[in-house]
């Protein structure tokens, strides 16, 4: 008996050793001093026969007891664009880059209610594999099965995380991991050999690719004024929006519809952020010393993706971070180098829908929000596939649509389906549109964004009431 506990006492003694050592994030170059929340980042193997391992970034909550509150794993972009780098400092982090290289606190960081963890999925940015096939050949499938894999080495390392609510949470391309992956856990929780099952509590997603229409903008661009009526109709004669996105997935453009995409590009222009329709150029050499540091804490930063980019090639940053520890020779940017259109492509043509019914019916709340800005996955495509959802699953409104509230302004609008009174309890389905926000919500609407996930880790819809009015 004294044998085990002494065991016991010098496993858990070197286990914390190991962590301290080579997990544990000291300070961040250019972070700033009064920082009292716990940082870790470095690697989980998930295959170690084939030399893979997954980079992950996690930030506790910030608050006297971290235990008390959730765990959120984000998983945004997709198999081409890096997932931790980009949440941690471009959208909702803790911290964000200024031009000087600095780091200010980020007063909209999610990670003010929740403990957050960002990983680098399937192998993307910091993310690698020793095996050369492991970088061409993805599917969403596989996919799934290495952040489950990923999930459950990690909770074996930070077992004191284990038995919190569990959230989900991304945007994009994260349409199709964090369903995917949710669906996945409650699975696996259903295996008898897991004594203590992940708590599984809901998914939140943002402007979200959910099937294969989501990629569809021209109408979008038209009701903008963007492309004219001319070249719209043309569109809608001759190539329209099905027979296009069958042809992209497909990776060959028909003479027609290569027609088109030209001329739908010449009259967008080049300099038109898809992302986010009014959002402005980067000129950081005429921004000042105060306008960088009210841009990277109050508001959506033009120049933040530049910022990022500079600060996350840096090496003392790429060391404080345990990165890049097989010393790739590639800049780190927002996508992967070395990744075929392939690879990406036959995934998008997968249709989640079924996914996130299975979700809801499996009493699985899910929150879908989408800023109106955004020209990549319009607004009202997204609206449509919520709508579709809570039709099959023949919800009733729960709450009407009508505007939710960010403090004392218009947040965006909002709507709840679900199936109160009913014998088989379904999960609660909140679409909400975001005012003025961007692909990456978070970025171009920080208050808003928290606003939102504020509300879906309570399990209530986004607030109705403006202050001024009581």
């Not at 999925?121 to 970088?135: H, L, R």
């Not at 050999?193 to 979200?208: M, S, V, Y």
């Not at 229409?213 to 661009?221: A, D, G, I, K, Y």
Request: some cysteine; overall charge negative; glycine content about 8%.
């Amino acid at each position: 008996m004294v044998f085990l506990l002494w065991f016991l006492l010098v496993n858990t003694l070197c286990s914390i050793s190991i962590r301290i050592n080579g997990e544990m994030i000291d300070s961040l170059p250019g972070q700033p001093s009064d920082v009292s929340f716990t940082q870790f980042s470095g690697y989980i193997v998930t295959d170690k026969s084939r030399g893979r391992a997954l980079f992950y970034y996690f930030a506790g909550a910030q608050s006297e007891d971290e235990l008390s509150k959730p765990l959120t794993l984000w998983l945004g972009g997709g198999h081409d664009c890096s997932i931790a780098t980009v949440g941690m400092f471009y959208e909702h982090g803790p911290f964000r880059p200024t031009k000087d290289g600095k780091l200010v606190k980020n007063p909209y960081s999610w990670n003010l209610v929740s403990n957050m963890l960002y990983v680098d999925t399937p192998i993307v940015a910091y993310s690698f594999s020793n095996t050369t096939s492991d970088y061409q050949a993805w599917c969403d499938f596989e996919t799934a099965y290495e952040n489950l894999k990923f999930l459950r080495k990690w909770f074996l390392r930070f077992y004191e995380y284990r038995n919190l609510d569990f959230y989900i949470a991304g945007d994009s391309y994260g349409g199709h991991l964090a369903p995917q992956l949710a669906a996945l856990i409650l699975e696996d929780n259903r295996n008898p050999a897991h004594l203590r099952p992940i708590k599984l509590k809901g998914i939140a997603l943002g402007n979200p690719i959910l099937e294969k229409m989501s990629l569809s903008n021209v109408e979008h661009l038209w009701y903008h004024g963007i492309i004219s009526e001319e070249v719209y109709g043309m569109q809608k004669k001759v190539c329209n929006a099905t027979t296009m996105i069958d042809e992209f997935l497909s990776g060959e453009l028909s003479e027609y519809c290569s027609d088109i995409e030209i001329m739908l590009s010449e009259e967008i222009g080049h300099d038109m952020d898809k992302e986010n329709l009014v959002f402005q150029s980067c000129e950081s050499s005429s921004i000042s010393s105060s306008q960088q540091h009210y841009l990277a804490t109050e508001t959506a930063d033009p120049c933040l993706r530049d910022w990022v980019g500079e600060y996350i090639n840096r090496p003392d940053v790429q060391k404080a971070l345990h990165a890049n520890t097989t010393g790739w020779q590639y800049p780190w940017n927002f996508t992967s180098p070395g990744k075929t259109s392939d690879v990406i492509l036959h995934n998008f043509a997968i249709d989640i829908l079924p996914t996130l019914s299975a979700l809801l019916m499996s009493d699985i709340p899910v929150l879908i929000y989408s800023g109106d800005q955004d020209l990549r996955i319009p607004v009202s495509h997204t609206r449509e596939v919520a709508t579709v959802l809570a039709v099959r699953l023949k919800l009733t409104t729960l709450e009407m649509n009508g505007p939710w509230y960010d403090g004392k302004e218009i947040g965006g609008w909002s709507q709840t389906f679900g199936n109160s009174g009913r014998c088989n309890k379904v999960g609660n389905l909140t679409f909400a549109t975001v005012r003025g926000g961007a692909h990456f919500v978070p970025s171009s609407s920080p208050s808003q964004a928290l606003t939102l996930f504020k509300a879906f880790l309570k399990g209530s819809p986004p607030p109705r009431t403006n202050p001024n009015h009581y």
